[in-house]
């Protein structure tokens, strides 16, 4: 039977996007390969959240234990692998998320099967299972296929395809939980919010923003020029607060915060699929970059193919006489 | 303290052009600059922080090419105190399970505190090789790390970055594998006395047999994911692109943001 488990993943009592979106992908790959999709949900009253992702159609498994309040990488693997051996699915897929990455390769070692990390598309096709994953931060694609194995493991890209609809009342199932006394060598703590910074770039109007093409921070006043003359806020892709160019509260993308500015200027920013899941929300996007090839341009609705150097001093000049 | 940390070799294509070779598989590094990544640069820096508050000593381990010895010596002028490349060409490097395999063929049967990798490389984005890594050697382990600090009793906290700016803080018995996010830390220039110095470290090159592992078990047969191809994903763009020298370019955004009411 080619089930397909798709586990769940849920934070602070919300279900996150991702287990939404996989359950545009599992019921395909599930009927190519002849079974049937199951959502794994682990957690602690689990009651609302079990109904929820049952309205999509699907068979729900909870394991509600108060064990699993909060995420634990070593208490994960211990069920599911345990579960593995019970339920013997096709394919084990999970979000690629701060959770999933942080025990699906263990689990993979653990029951050497294989795992393919960050798919965004799927295709079963004459019995191989085929994963496109992206390499070199989108700039080329890969296809990988695995060679037969009793389970294949898989994490998914977040926001890579958008979540279905709500269709029809699936089922809830409650399972026993594999794991019956607390696990020993690691324990979660608290979770720590996000600092607040002096401007809330997710309200911002106008952004620009700035990547690794800034090079070094002794060339941001030639940004916070550029900002001052069009009143806008300056936030930075990943790249740029981790060289402490930019405050880490003013950083766009998946780590970092969504903007929806009306206008969003990226100048020396690659686009990185996690940037651009940050500033899609945006209402008009200029893209400044050197590559041609630069992701970023796939959401830009104006662009310039050059160094950010010989732009933004022109750019900020005229803006300055035009805006009298 | 006895720190591991986990380094790669990897192109700097930030900002250039990347083309698939005619095998289909592998891409055109020729023009490209290459360095330690992103984030294994911060996790060398830890490594450093970590010896300097508690003593100690720190390994670090590369599979890679004779040319990234020059990388390896940077993080040995940074405070590194020796080094292990693992240069053989039986390696599927497509297959994060086989590079965790590799590296821990390097550090079982030695004792350890903790074990260092980046949380990613920016070439091949798997974030699976140091949460392997700590399955092999049997350890604990968090990933996505942007703070450290060691607790009394054998133990570990860590802060764990997770999606939205919201952090996880989680304790682990020691010892552990930590992937390390970039941002935990400001890694420093190695000072010129480091550089000096990291000339007389030692550096040890070993072929895979030389760490005990048959390397039947970690090429490309043993590996259970084969990459059958590699393909350049088109820019399909909407964007008006604005054409010309550069300032006339600067001119006519400037004109299309005041004109199109967008400012």
């Known amino acids: 039977m080619g089930n397909v488990l798709v586990l769940a993943e849920h934070r602070q009592g919300t279900l996150r996007d991702i287990s939404f979106e996989m359950l545009a992908v599992a019921p395909k790959l599930a009927a190519d390969m002849g079974g049937e999709v199951m959502v794994l949900l682990i957690g602690s009253a689990m009651d609302e959240m079990a109904q929820k992702l049952a309205g999509y159609g699907v068979k729900v498994m909870v394991i509600d234990d108060p064990l699993f309040e909060n995420f634990n990488a070593e208490k994960y693997q211990k069920v599911l692998s345990a579960l593995i051996d019970d339920l013997k699915p096709a394919v084990l897929m999970t979000g690629h998320t701060a959770q999933g990455v942080d025990f699906m390769p263990a689990l993979a070692v653990e029951k050497k099967l294989p795992l393919i990390a960050e798919a965004l598309n799927l295709e079963y096709v004459d019995g191989t299972l085929k ?148 500033m899609k929300g945006a209402k008009t996007v200029v893209a400044i970059n050197k590559d041609p090839e630069a992701p970023i341009f796939t959401v830009a609705d104006y662009a310039i193919v050059d160094d950010m150097f010989k732009i933004v001093p022109k750019l900020t000049e005229k803006l300055k006489e035009l805006k009298g | 303290m006895k720190t591991y940390v986990c380094i790669k070799y990897v192109p700097d294509t930030s900002e250039a052009e990347v083309k698939v070779n005619p095998d289909g598989i592998t891409v055109d590094s020729s023009r490209f600059s290459f360095d330690i990544n992103d984030a294994d640069n911060y996790a060398v820096e830890e490594s450093v922080l970590i010896k300097e508050a508690q003593g100690g000593e720190v390994t670090v381990i590369s599979i890679g090419p004779k040319q990234s010895d020059v990388m390896i010596r940077m993080a040995m002028a940074k405070g590194c105190d020796q080094a292990v490349r693992i240069e053989d060409d039986r390696i599927a490097g497509h297959d994060p399970l086989m590079v965790a395999k590799v590296l821990a063929g390097t550090v079982r049967d030695k004792e350890f505190d903790l074990v260092l990798t980046g949380c990613m490389a920016t070439d091949d984005w798997h974030m699976s090789t140091g949460v392997a890594l700590a399955e092999e050697l049997g350890v604990n382990h968090a990933s996505m790390v942007n703070k450290v600090e060691i607790l009394d009793g054998g133990r570990v906290r860590v802060n764990r970055e997770l999606e939205g700016g919201l952090l996880e803080a989680v304790e682990l018995e020691l010892p552990a594998v930590l992937t390390i996010q970039t941002g935990i830390n400001e890694p420093r220039y190695a000072p010129i006395r480091g550089i000096r110095e990291a000339q007389k470290k030692e550096l040890k090159v070993v072929k895979l047999e030389d760490i005990g592992i048959d390397p039947a078990e970690v090429g490309v047969e043993a590996s259970q994911i084969v990459l059958e191809e590699l393909s350049i994903p088109e820019v399909v763009s909407a964007a008006e692109f604005i054409e010309g020298e550069p300032d006339e370019k600067a001119e006519k955004l400037a004109s299309i943001l005041i004109k199109g009411g967008l400012l």
Request: no cysteine; net charge negative.
């Open chain 1, 131 to 278: 994963a496109t994953r992206q390499l070199y931060s989108g700039k080329v694609n890969a296809t990988v296929a695995f060679k037969p194995a009793d389970t294949y493991l898989l994490t998914f890209r977040e926001g890579a395809v958008e979540a279905p609809a709500p269709s029809s009342a699936g089922v809830v199932e409650k399972v026993d939980s594999p794991l019956k006394e607390d696990v020993p060598y690691r324990k979660f703590v608290e979770y720590i919010e996000a600092e607040v910074g002096d401007v809330d770039i997710t309200q911002s109007d106008i952004l620009v923003s700035v990547g690794r093409g800034l090079k070094e921070d002794k060339n941001l006043p030639l940004i916070e020029e550029l900002a001052k003359a069009i009143k806008a806020d300056i936030a930075g892709s990943r790249a740029a607060t981790d060289a402490g160019w930019i405050p880490h509260d003013r950083q766009v993308g998946t780590s970092g915060k969504s903007v929806k500015p009306k206008l969003y200027i990226a100048m020396g920013i690659s686009g990185a699929f996690q940037h651009i899941a940050g």
